[in-house]
Every structure is written in C-alpha cells, then in structure tokens.
C-alpha cells in the first residue's frame, strides 16, 4: 500500500511538473520591451496575454498612454475592434456546417448566393490579370503599366466554397492600388448596407480580381462566406456564432454587435508620424464606411466584423489548440482542425503557409528570433494579432487600436514575440 501511495504521489508530482513549465521566467523584461511601444509614441495601448490550454493566464500585460485615453481601463475585459481575426471564427462555423451535412467545400457559391452566377471578372485593357498590378495585403507589386481602363469578360468557372475560404474566388478590398478597379468598390460602400442582401447585391455589381481559383488573393472572400454560412446554417451570422461557438463552449467576451454597457476603445491613427484619433473614412479598406456594432445592427462581416476581448478570444483559440473541444464540449472534430492548419497556399513561401486563413510559420520564424517554427498565427486590420502554439499547449493575443502604427511601431509583434520565445528556448535549454 504505501508503495502504492509513493507511486501516485510521484506521478503527481511528475504530472504537476509537466503543466506547469516555465515560459516566462523574467516578465519584467517583457513588460518593460512592451511598455516601450507606449513609451515611444508609437501605441496608444497596448494589451499582451497568454493563456495555458486549461485557460491559466501566463502571461499579462497592459498599459495606455494616459492623455489619450484618461478614463479608459485596459484588461483582459476590454473590447477590440478585431478585424480579420474574425475569419478563423467564420472558417469554424463553416467547417462545423460541413460536419452537419448543410455545406460541402467543393459546391458551387452560387447554390447559395444565386446572385452571383452572371459575375464577370476584369482584365487589364490589354487582357492580362489585374492580379499581377495589385498591391493589396503584400500580394504582386504594380508592373509597368497603367491597366486601366478594364476589360470585362465572363468567367471560366464557378467560383466554390473552398476557394471563399483560400482566397482564390476574386474579391478583394478597395486597396489594390488599381485605380480604377478600388473606385469602383469604394463607391459601393459596402458596409453601410442594412443587411447581407443589400451588401451581395452591390458586390454582385462589381468584376471579380481574377477568375476563380486562379489566384489567392487577400480580399472580402471571408466576408462571402460568412453570408454562404447564414444563408446554409438558416440563421445570421450573429446568432451561428451564439448558438455554435460562444453558449455551448461557455465563452464571453466574442460577438458582433455591442450592447449598451459595452464600450469600445477610440480608433487612433499613426499614418501622420504621431498617434492622433482616426479622421472618418481613413481606415478606407471598404471605403468610408467601417463594419458597425451596435445594437441594431443586421449587416454581420464574417471577415472583418466581429469585437472580442482579450479573454474572450484567447478561450477561442484554446478550443482550436483542443483540437476543436473546450469547457466539456466538442465544437468540432479533431479531422476539421487538423484542415484549418494543414498546408493549402503560399506553399513555396520561405516564412510559411497558409492553412485556412490560419499562417502556419517555418523555422525561419526562429532563426530570424521571431518566434518558433509551426506556430498558427493571424492578425486584425487596427493592429490585433494572435497565435497558438501546439508545441507548448499555449494561446497568445497582442491587442491594440491602431491603424497604421508610427515608425516605432514597427515589427512590434515579432519583437514582443521573440522576446517570449527567447525566454522559452531558454527555459528548455
């Protein structure tokens, strides 16, 4: 018996060990490299958290430039603006509706979306693929040329559901740099529609980028899809997020609309040098207008829409780092993660891949002190950024409010990151 006891003692003991390594041994360090950003001008605030797979917080820091927000409080409580950090959340219920036999990858987007079967697509006027001249999200830099005015012509295939998720069906943002082509989406004003029929019929009056499957190309592809998933799921985006993701998995803190106690935090700009608060139409990514998150609203942009807290949307990430399981519940089956992070684009890419909206770096993440190789990671239009680390069974969130950081800004994230990362390799040493 009491070797029986020695025994369980030292598997406890062993097994207590195991859940708590230490990543961070000098939180000091990182929050003193953290603060700098607020320091040097170039953040009006600033939130880093890591959470452990049960949701043990690891890691926090928080801080804001106080005359620029004197009454605000910064926490793992607030409320972000989190831009395409919506897409995994809309990527998720997409595959969970595929697990449900209401949606298959391979069927044609028109099955649900019948306004887009006459889409056509734009050439530049001499008949090349204006995918070549943008200069959107780090795609293909401008060539030669002025590829305007376009050419229409009909498209060669039906766009399908998984080309919405890869990016290959065509839309893209009024920011390609393509005159002509932004003008036209920009004047749509596509965020300012009452409802998702209203935005689907002004996108169905737009050409696509490409011809479908041609090319990933970052754009409203996302944004589609949320509108295929209400349209196959029978109930808005808002309510598939409610009543798939948030109530069964018991997590707070990640939705579309606000409520009235809900605030959000003011959108600051850095593109003069200095921080100062967004002019209105500035963040022009749809034009000028911006997703909107009050009570009454019924437009819900699965690729740019949603708000979430720091520990709301690290409980998202944990169920992804659980293979689709969180708080006793199965959202999804492990097979459906394992194709969210499995390799599908930007396979020759030095630094990584893309799963489903989902980067998946390499071990030039580590040798460039950024981080480490196969972390999953993605960020947000106002400077949100997340990623998982299957590794080491752990979740982080680096979270701000601001469209286009100063020059001391810069590469914030993978310094932060690689600050955390060379505390952990050394722990492992």
Known sequence: MKKLITLLLLFSIVNACETDKILISDSEKVNSLAKSF?????????????????????????????????????????????WSMSKIVTISITMDLVEDGLLSLDEPVSKYIPEFKNLKVALTNDGSSLTGYAEAMGNDKHKNGNPCPLKIVERQSEMTVLQLINHEAGFYYGTTGI???????????????????EFIKKLSELP???????????????????IVN???????????????????????????????KDELLPVFSGADSIIRLAN????????????????????????????????????FLRMLLNHGELNGHRFLDESSVKEIYSPHTQLDNEYGYNGYNLWVTSKKSR????????????GGYEGTHFWIDPKRD?????????YKSPNGGQNRDNIIKGEIYKQIFSNEN
């Open 38 to 82: 607020i320091d040097n001008g170039s953040q009006a605030l600033l939130l880093v958290r890591l959470e452990d797979k049960s949701g043990k917080s690891i890691y926090q820091f928080s801080d804001k430039n106080a005359s620029l927000l004197p009454n605000q409080t910064i926490d793992e409580n607030t409320w972000f603006r989190i």
């Open 179 to 197: 005159k002509c082509l932004d003008k036209a989406l920009v004047m749509k004003d596509l965020a300012d529609s009452k409802n998702s029929e």
């Open 208 to 226: 696509l980028i490409d011809q479908p499957g041609n090319k990933s190309f970052y754009g409203l592809n996302t944004t589609v899809l949320g």
């Open 230 to 260: 209400e349209r196959a799921g029978g109930a808005s985006l808002s309510d598939l997020v409610k009543n798939r993701i948030t109530g069964p998995l018991k997590i707070d803190g990640l939705k579309f609309n606000k409520n009235k």
């Open 280 to 315: 209105n139409g500035e963040l022009d990514i749809m034009g000028k207008y911006v997703p909107v998150y009050d009570e009454k609203n019924k437009l819900f942009l699965g690729g740019e829409g949603m708000i979430g807290t720091a520990d709301g949307y690290t409980d």
């Open 367 to 378: 040798e460039l002190g950024h981080g480490d190789e196969g972390l999953w990671s993605g």
């Open 394 to 402: 752990f979740v982080g969130v680096i979270l701000t409010q601001m």
